[in-house]
């Protein structure tokens, strides 16, 4: 069976419900509970925002034969360790993981980067105890730099793993 092709489209005013759809226990159980409305129609609105700024690039994620988003890929501007670099995230529609569909994405989203030639590397920064979203990150290729003090939500401390991709490694 071939595998279904998976591309990723910058976000656009009409894709508020793939965050909908992705508010649901399941899928928040490492990012602090559902956000609700009011808190995704926030997010909605920075990811324009800050797109149009060109300090975020949030994706939706799209397959072959599918109608609807199947989730979201990102990356923004950010600073570790003193260093201008990128954070990632990502996040399948429940139903539609497994499939295969993040990795792509995540892979697309870092040829995205690695085409703009303004930061060598890309950070995600899971909790230690995401299974899932750790995998995908060392599938995708990034390396496990260490664990380190995080908070998310704003005032939750956790424990996060960083992994990091090296742009270069892309061409």
């Known amino acids: 069976m071939e595998a279904a ?10 894709d508020y419900p793939v965050l909908v759809r992705n508010d649901v226990p399941e899928m928040n159980t490492y990012l602090g509970g559902s956000e609700g409305e009011e808190r995704l129609l926030r997010r909605h609105a920075l990811y324009l925002r800050e797109q ?9 994620v799209h397959v072959a034969g599918e109608h609807e988003p199947v989730g979201t890929v990102a990356y923004w501007d950010t600073e570790h360790d003193g260093e201008a670099v990128y954070e990632c995230s990502w996040a399948i529609v429940p139903g539609q993981q497994g499939n295969g569909y993040a990795g792509k994405a995540i892979r697309l989203a870092l040829l995205h980067a690695a ?15 995401n299974g899932p979203s750790n995998g995908l990150a060392s599938a995708a290729g990034f390396e496990l730099t260490g664990v380190e003090d995080f ?10 793993n960083a992994w990091r991709f090296d742009l270069a490694t892309l061409g």
Do not use: L, Q
């Open 151 to 160: 908070e998310y939500p704003k005032g939750v401390p956790i424990k996060v």
């Open 52 to 60: 149009a700024e060109g300090v975020a690039h949030p994706f939706t």
């Open 115 to 129: 085409g703009r030639r303004d930061r060598r590397f890309v950070y995600a920064f899971p909790r230690i105890d």
């Open 5 to 14: 092709a998976v591309s990723i489209r910058p976000w656009t005013v009409d």
